[in-house]
């Protein structure tokens, strides 16, 4: 499931003043669904129960900016992160929409304030996390409406509500696309105190109530590198620092060391041998993965201080503790060609050692260290086959017909469980089993 983004929350003390401060992580591993926690408390929580009153255990919790702190609890169906406003102890259903009922009652310890949590959105998270302090707006009123460029005269690719009548806005900026919540007075975007402003911000109109909100800004190192780089396109922060174990917090791990390693050069590496997930650490470690581990533990931002040693100016994690980064984009060694489809109904056939295909021509050395299924049906079509594929691991078949007319049987996909040498973030069938491709 890919990661999203939650950007923080609306928080406007008693006293009127903003309360903007840097989030420890802001990933989730599910959308919430539409709606799903929108608080119309004014009292929140500083603490997070062990369990909800469901029983599920609480896994995660981050700071919000304001002494309320954000839980996630393992609830069926998907992990959700969630903020518990109270009100003499229960928790209030937000207007209009029905009251979780997986959602902790649980107890007030903090100043009165507002909170809110933001319903889904249709894609998963801005592509870059916004520069410390870059959009935090001192004024009290917001946008519902994005303008189909902002004021450099960039392209508006996605918006997402708030959940009070308010918009993030996501242009085409140069250097990577942010998303950002622009706040008006008369017309103009104000600056964020100490920060100035932004010049690609869009002076866009005010059309809803008054509120104080703010993006929350990367947290600051002790160590002289910054934790701020360069990914692969596509790729994104999925927790900015997260503590990884002796059995690794990716899941089908694969590791390399370099003297060139950056988050850059990881995720790309990563991304070529067909993962969707990354993660640099102790400066020269370079992990592959298929997704995170439950319960994987976030530390604080500033544990993740040690140069990489490609580019000692940014970080990479530090003994045990691993910056991560994941896509939902497919890897280019996943692609079915144009004209080509997966056999069967579970993707895996029983073979045998007179093969599935009749007079079946083997790749042989050709692809004994490059194999993939993108690989295999390549080879199998410049020699005019119409069938390739691919068997434990490294092996590659083509063929025009099955052997005696008679088609494989399907068996569970799990049986085709070897990494492909040439991408060992996917699979390349297993013993006497078999990932068949068919061209039309």
Known sequence: MASTRLFSLLAFSAAGTLAAQSLTTTVVTSTPAPNEVVSVTTACSATCPSTDNSGNALIQTFSC???CLFC???????????????NSGAVTSPIGVAANPLRAAVTCATSTSTSIIYPSRTTAVATSTPTPGEIVSTTKTCSSICPPTDN??????????CGNNCLFCRWNWPGGNHFAQYYVDTGAVFSPIGVAANPNTAAVACTTAAVTSFLPSSSSTSSSASPTASIANGWHTAIPCATDTPSRILTNPYITTSNTNTPLSCTQKCFSLGFTYAGVENGNECYCGAGLVSNVS????????????????????AGWRMQVYNTTLTPPANVVPSGWRPYGTTGCSQDSASRVFANAVSAGDVLASTNTPAACMSYCAKLGYSMSGVEYASECYCGKAWTNGTP????????????CSGAPGITCGGPLAIQIYVSS
């Open 298 to 317: 976030v530390a604080n931002v500033a544990d993740c201080n040690t140069p990489c040693a490609g580019d000692t100016t940014i970080t990479c994690g």
């Open 408 to 419: 494989p049987a399907d068996i569970p996909a799990s049986s085709c469980n070897m990494a």
């Open 152 to 161: 450099s005269g960039n392209a508006l690719i996605e918006t997402f509500s």
């Open 65 to 67: 900016g304001n002494t």
């Open 72 to 86: 996630r609890w393992n609830w069926p169906g998907g992990n959700h992160f969630a903020q518990y406003d109270t």
